[in-house]
């Protein structure tokens, strides 16, 4: 491996995973951490780590000025942005290019022709690559937009042309409100993006969201790494990833992939990228957007092509040639993928910050954990709150499921509130079973996924700690049916329903 150590330009669990793909690589890896991050677990790992300022993202992990200058300081000739933050930034690759570091990821001009989704639509149709029918005119009143909403028919989707992360989107049944929509998605997106310019989208009812991994090296050779579903999501954002998609038939699996390596020949991609596209009920696919960076559902690729995405992102950054040919790889297996947040489900999702007493993330045959925190972290209302990705592999999509189940209903999260019961419920859905979730059905599905009584209160919380400590355990897990094994003892597994875990 040509390169010597790596500035990993990321946090949590992301630079955790960076981290131990430059160790199998023999590279060093410095590390960048915000005041509030200081005993965070990438921290921990990084063979050298730099403090960058506060916790606001603007002083630390989003300044580019801050994060080249750590990388010059280190010695470091190469940089992984990792996902989120600043690694959709063309001009953070271009500034590190400029630096004299290679940048693990696709080139800045291939970044810039994506990250405008109206131009990659554009780009796109020019490659023969269908899109979502729509209208992106730069110069058009409010008027032309109504027009053409008329045209398209609706249900139509507002989105903004600079999006991400489902913000700037608004989905409009009647011609009346669009004019009040456009307003508010403009505003909604120059907030977020700094860019209000805002197209539409024929608003595709009963679709499927499904993703083809690609990878592309820097002497023309581009291959897929087949298919992610990701249709279960709550207001546009992914929730449950799996590979394959249950929903896809082998023709339309591999016309998708071809598409997928069109779409990142037409704009010279090299390194990993994801191209994402929207299925109708018929099959019909249709390009939304490309993710020109890794994808935060990266390991159920991983999973069941046994390859290790990262690794490859810094051979292919290296000038490697791609070590296989499309015929070579092959999808085994299911794979699916929970994120594991620290949220209250049963309060619109409001994020659960505060301190994370316990943590301790289930372990068996197939189950895959990454996380960026530990016992005694602290959620921090700074950044996003999740605690972990549980990824589990298996022989086919039912038994996934069922040890995914089994997988989280041994997840021990003490102190915060987190979405698991609602993971499980959708898991224990029969829709999710039959593989028939479709984009809208947990927006749809929220009151029966939603848990009805509300989780176990601090006290008994700090109470089923202690009881364990008195019981002087080495370890704290709790198993199905702890409270009889615990009977001796004050039990609250006995009497905090909600919590007691392997419940079905
Ligand atoms: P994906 O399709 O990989 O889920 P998203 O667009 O949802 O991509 O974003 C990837 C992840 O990056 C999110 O889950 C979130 O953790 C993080 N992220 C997105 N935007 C930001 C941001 N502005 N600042 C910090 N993290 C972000
Ligand atoms: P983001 O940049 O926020 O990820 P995307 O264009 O990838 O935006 O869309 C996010 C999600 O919104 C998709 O996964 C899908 O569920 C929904 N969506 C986007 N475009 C459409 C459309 N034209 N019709 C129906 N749903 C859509
Ligand atoms: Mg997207």
Not at 10 to 24: D, H, K, L, M, S
Not at 256 to 281: C, D, K, L, P, R
Not at 480 to 490: E, H, K, P, R
Request: aromatic share 6%.
């Amino acid at each position: 491996m040509i390169f010597r150590k790596c500035l990993i330009a990321n946090r949590g669990e992301i630079a955790v995973r960076i981290i131990r793909a430059c160790r199998e690589l023999g590279i060093q890896s410095a590390a960048v951490y915000s005041e509030v991050d200081a005993h965070a677990l990438h921290v921990q790992q990084a063979d050298e780590v730099y403090l960058i300022g506060a916790a606001s993202p603007a002083e630390s992990y989003l300044n580019i000025d801050k994060m080249i200058a750590v990388a010059r300081a280190a010695g470091c000739d190469c940089v992984h942005p990792g996902y989120g933050f600043l690694s959709e930034n063309a001009d953070f690759a271009a500034a590190a290019t400029a630096s004299g570091l290679t940048w693990v990821g696709p080139s800045a001009d291939a970044m810039r022709a994506m990250g405008s989704k109206t131009a990659a639509r554009t780009l796109m149709q020019q490659a023969g690559v269908p899109v979502v029918p729509g209208f992106q005119r730069e110069d058009a009143d409010d008027e032309a937009f109504v027009a053409a909403a008329a045209n398209i028919g609706y249900p139509i989707l507002v989105k903004a042309a600079g999006g991400g992360g489902g913000k700037g989107m608004r989905v409009v049944q009647q011609a009346q409100d669009l004019p009040e929509a456009l307003a508010s998605a403009r505003r909604e997106a120059g907030n977020a993006f700094g860019d209000s310019r805002v197209f539409l989208e024929k608003y595709i009812e009963s679709a499927h969201h499904v993703e083809i991994q690609v990878l592309a090296d820097t002497h023309g050779g581009v291959v897929h790494l087949f298919e992610r579903e990701c249709s279960s999501q709550r207001r546009h954002q992914k929730i449950i990833e799996e590979s394959p998609s249950p929903f896809l038939d082998e023709v339309t699996r591999a016309k998708m992939g071809a598409a997928a390596v069109a779409a990142a020949q037409a704009v010279g991609y090299v390194n990993a990228g994801t191209v994402e596209f929207i299925v109708n009920s018929e099959g019909a696919f249709y390009f939304l957007e490309m993710n020109t960076r890794l994808q935060v559902e990266h390991p159920v690729t991983e999973m069941v092509t046994g390859l290790d995405l990262v690794k490859l992102q810094f051979q292919v950054a290296a000038g490697d040639h791609l070590p296989f040919k499309q015929e070579d790889i092959s999808q085994r297996g299911h794979a699916i993928e929970c994120r594991l947040y620290a949220e209250d489900a049963a309060n619109n999702f409001l994020p659960a910050v505060g301190p994370l007493l316990q943590f301790i993330p289930p372990l068996g045959p197939g189950i895959r954990v990454d996380t960026g925190v530990q016992s005694g972290d602290v959620i921090s209302i700074h950044y996003d709150p999740m605690i972990a990705k549980i990824i589990v592999y298996a022989v086919d999509r039912t038994a996934a499921i069922q040890r995914m189940r089994t997988a989280l209903s041994q997840t021990v999260t003490l102190g915060t509130i987190t979405n698991r019961e609602f993971l499980m419920a959708l898991l224990a859905h029969p829709a999710f079973a039959s593989g028939d979730v479709d984009t809208h059905f947990v927006d749809s599905h929220l009151d029966a996924l939603i848990p009805a009584s509300s989780p176990m209160s601090d006290t008994a919380l700090i109470a089923a700690a202690l009881g364990d400590f008195l019981r002087g355990e080495t370890s704290v897990q709790p198993v199905a049916g702890a409270a009889s094994t615990n009977g001796d003892l004050y039990s609250p597994w006995s009497v905090a329903d909600s919590f007691r875990l392997g419940k079905r």
